[in-house]
């Protein structure tokens, strides 16, 4: 249903003489507005202040920014751009949804207000009508005066002149009787005033029925447009309700397209890239000596599983890796340690080799010392982003004192895996990354 409109025939029909009164007070008000009169001084000006500037128009980043907000994003990583068709539809979706929203927000807005005009023009209307019907009875009432009178005239008229027409019939063709009238030129004069008269209720008894035929006609289309208003603000208000319970799984969609887009300049998603730099940042701040920066985590997540994308898997927005990440039996084979198994199978399925586990590769040995819960869901898990990239961090910094130089840096490498192949293929990965401006706040 579109949204109602003022329809001219449901607007209130205004009677000759409240049209002149609103004409005389149109007709002051311009010569109030014309000025005070020779002799009179002018008002004095009143200086007015500037009305604020309009604010700006804010960007659908804006408007997503403030739908979804992401208060555990670290600082200044809202800021970065993304590339995600998937993030760019959700998007699009959202703000649809929002200016649907908007639009039956202003539809019933406008429903309600007409109502509010109807019911006002209801109530002219019918006080229009009163005024009009009780017009029309006062019409009749002196109509039915001047037909007795001129009845008086014609039964005095039968009497004195014998006449053989029939009184009833000289009453009501007044013309006959005031051309036969014998009674002097007062009594004829009587006569041409009230037939006048009659004449005259005649033609404004007719105006008035047509003007109370036409009033009932615009209650009637004030009773539609009513009721048609009314079933708009129900529409609109039942649209508003179905967009609003669905806005939440938008926005959830959004938040989760946006956790798991690239970030533009690289080669990893934002769920990612916030796991790095939070993990640094917090062990920075437990170890001010250490130098641990993000992207010296991003060059051993890209060695280690492509960022938690090994084997086809994905990470989550929470930054679980899914499905789990499994590395090979460490039996010795493949130029691996032979490392009998530790923890019964517990983190990597296998009872009789442990395995190493997770975006990072903790061998269960490993995992069990450096374990952290890095999200603080209360849980550390091997195969979650922010654990892992935490404890690599801690790691690193445990390993080597320092990362803050090339050899501090290097020593760390080496200690996580004890191959300079290793040590120069995460370096020049991570040398990569460092060129990558990650915005302090």
């Not at 890796?321 to 590395?327: N, Q």
Request: glycine fraction near 8%; charged fraction near 25%.
């Amino acid at each position: 249903m579109t949204s109602p409109g003022l329809d001219p025939d449901l607007l209130p029909r205004v009677s000759p003489r409240r049209a002149i009164a609103a004409v005389a007070v149109v007709i002051a008000l311009v010569a109030a507005a014309a000025g005070p009169v020779t002799g009179q001084e002018l008002p004095p000006v009143v200086a007015q202040e500037d009305p604020p500037p309009p604010e700006e128009p804010k960007t659908p980043e804006e408007i997503i920014a403030d739908l979804v907000p992401d208060q555990e994003l670290s600082a200044g990583l809202a800021r970065l751009q993304l590339e995600s068709d998937d993030y760019e539809s959700a998007v699009a979706g959202l703000l649809v949804a929002l200016n649907d929203l908007e639009d039956a927000e202003d539809r019933k807005i406008a429903a309600e207000g007409l109502v509010g005009q109807l019911a006002e023009q209801r109530v002219t209307l019918k006080d229009d009508l009163a005024e009009l019907r009780a017009e029309r009875r006062s019409m009749a009432v002196e109509r039915d005066v001047a037909v007795q009178a001129l009845r008086v005239l014609a039964v005095t008229q039968f009497v004195a002149e014998g006449s053989e027409e029939d009184v009833d019939q000289i009453a009501l063709d007044p013309s006959r009787m005031m051309e036969a009238s014998q009674l002097g030129a007062y009594t004829t004069e009587v006569a041409e005033v009230n037939a006048a008269t009659i004449d005259r209720l005649d033609g404004e008894i007719a105006v008035n029925e047509a003007a109370v035929a036409e009033t009932i006609e615009g209650l009637a289309n004030i009773a539609r447009g009513l009721v048609e208003a009314r079933d708009e603000i129900e529409d609109q208000t039942v649209r508003a309700y179905l967009i609003r319970t669905e806005m939440p799984a938008m926005q959830e969609a959004v938040r989760n397209a946006r956790w798991g887009s690239l970030v533009r300049g690289l080669d990893l998603p934002l769920v990612v890239l916030d796991a790095y730099v939070r993990a640094a940042r917090t062990v920075s701040a437990q170890r001010p000596g250490c130098g641990v920066e993000w992207w010296m985590l991003a060059g051993i997540g890209r060695v280690e599983s492509g960022h938690g994308t090994f084997g086809g898997a994905v990470v989550q927005a929470d930054g679980t890796a899914t499905p789990p990440i499994i590395g090979i039996p460490l039996s010795g084979a493949r130029n691996t340690a032979v490392i009998l198994d530790s923890d019964g199978g517990l983190l990597d399925g296998d009872v009789v080799y442990d395995r190493a586990v997770g975006p990072m590769q903790f061998i269960p040995t490993t995992w069990a010392v450096f374990a952290v819960d890095g999200n603080g869901d209360g849980y550390a898990d091997p195969h979650n982003l922010y654990d892992v990239a935490t404890a690599a961090a801690n790691y690193l910094c445990r390993a080597a004192g320092s990362v803050a130089n090339p050899a501090g840096l290097d020593r760390a490498y080496f200690a996580y895996n004890h191959s300079l192949d290793y040590v120069n293929k995460v370096r020049g990965f991570a040398f990569e990354y460092r060129n990558f401006n990650v915005p302090a706040a």
